[in-house]
T-cell receptor, first 114, second 113 residues
């Protein structure tokens, strides 16, 4: 099993450009998440999908949109990138509570917005 | 917001000694807690979890203690090794219906040879 995979690993954008970060998991997990991690800040939840077909806002959703394409895939879209969105983005997945709520994380996407 | 990353609190421990990393959580209604380890350039990795109906749980070389009275969580690592060098995060589950987990501030663990 590959676990959680993310593409791309690195990306540089200019202000105003758009892009989509891809995430896929092969563990048959129901829930998926997008976090950002900034220098000087901890991990912050952007959006999550508790199950296929549902998405909800997390702590810092402004400037982002998400799509739960199917049970495996959860994408994050920046419609008009801003320098404040420079960060490392992590996707994660977990089984539904109560069997376990442990999250498995992908390797991250390092995004720089100039 | 949290104050981690470049200004992370750092714990420096002699190799072979025990490490204790502390965490204060915010929501008295949280019912599930997790410790993660994050090595440089990688995503967080699950270490150990504990439910609110327990006050102690042991894993391989790690122990988590939960004190609900003062909303405090600790991670003890026995016989610390160089491979334990990382940033450690505690996380709490605050919403029973949506599997949403909130991360707290991290602590950088540094191992002295």
């Amino acid at each position: 099993n590959a676990g959680v995979t993310q593409t791309p690993k690195f990306q540089v954008l200019k202000t105003g450009q758009s892009m989509t970060l891809q995430c896929a998991q092969d563990m048959n997990h129901n829930s998926m998440y997008w976090y950002r991690q900034d220098p000087g800040m901890g991990l912050r939840l952007i959006y999550y999908s508790a199950s296929e077909g549902t998405t909800d806002k997390g702590e810092v959703p402004n400037g982002y949109n998400v799509s739960r394409l199917n049970k495996r895939e959860f994408s994050l879209r920046l419609e008009s990138a801003a320098p404040s969105q420079t960060s490392v983005y992590f996707c994660a997945s977990s089984e539904r509570w109560p069997r376990t709520d442990t999250q498995y994380f992908g390797p991250g996407t390092r995004l720089t917005v100039l | 917001g949290e104050s981690v990353g470049l200004h992370l609190p750092t714990l420096s421990v002699q190799e072979g000694d025990n490490s204790i990393i502390n965490c204060a959580y915010s929501n008295s209604a949280s019912d599930y807690f997790i410790w993660y380890k994050q090595e440089s350039g990688k995503g967080p990795q699950f270490i150990i979890d504990i439910r609110s109906n327990m006050d102690k749980r042991q894993g391989q070389r790690v122990t988590v203690l939960l004190n609900k009275t003062v909303k405090h969580l600790s991670l003890q690592i026995a016989a610390t090794q160089p491979g334990d060098s990382a940033v450690y995060f505690c996380a709490e589950k605050t919403d029973s219906s949506a599997s949403k987990i909130i991360f707290g501030s991290g602590t950088r663990l540094s191992i002295r040879p």
